[in-house]
């Protein structure tokens, strides 16, 4: 592993990594990023199998402090995951809102319907469009049963989002 503040060679647990060059190989501009340049450094080692104890030697700083820094990363992460699923069920051409109490093995028909309409084709079979409402739903979906009012929008390159709807 290569300390980039020092110059100097370090072997970690992750082999000969360099977590400057790893960011640089993928692009990581802290200017245009959710992650601060540290908690890059952390995830981009941690990805790579590195301890969190040998981080901390590298970095001159605690274990804790470590894994505080990966944990606020992983937040950020999770947090622009679910920026970006909103934005893409907000500008999605077809949203088609289920309302609490409706029976999963009616959406498939319902947003197939709603595709239609708007000329998307969508990019699942009933069944998969079934799974992925389930999963994506979360808590949501009880056996059959939609708990919860929910938004799916289906992309213009057919690709579905699913969103828990905050409406009462």
Do not use: W
């Amino acid at each position: 592993m290569h300390d980039a503040d020092s110059g100097r060679d370090v072997r970690g647990d992750g082999g000969d990594v360099d977590a400057a060059n790893i960011l640089a190989e993928t692009g990581f501009d802290p200017e245009d990023s959710v992650l601060t340049r540290r908690q890059a450094e952390v995830l981009a080692l941690r990805e790579r199998g590195v301890r969190q104890s040998t981080i901390a030697d590298l970095l001159g700083t605690s274990r804790a402090n470590v894994s505080s820094v990966e944990s606020s990363a992983r937040r950020n992460v999770e947090k622009a995951r679910e920026t970006i699923a909103f934005a893409e069920a907000l500008t999605a051409p077809v949203q088609v809102a289920v309302e609490a109490g409706t029976d999963l093995y009616e959406v498939p028909k319902r947003v197939y319907d709603a595709c239609d309409e708007a000329g998307v084709k969508v990019n699942y079979t009933a069944p998969d469009l079934m799974k992925i409402v389930a999963d994506d739903a979360g808590d949501a979906v009880h056996g059959r049963e939609i708990s919860e009012s929910l938004l799916v929008g289906v992309t213009s390159s057919g690709d579905v989002r699913v969103r828990q709807s905050t409406e009462e």
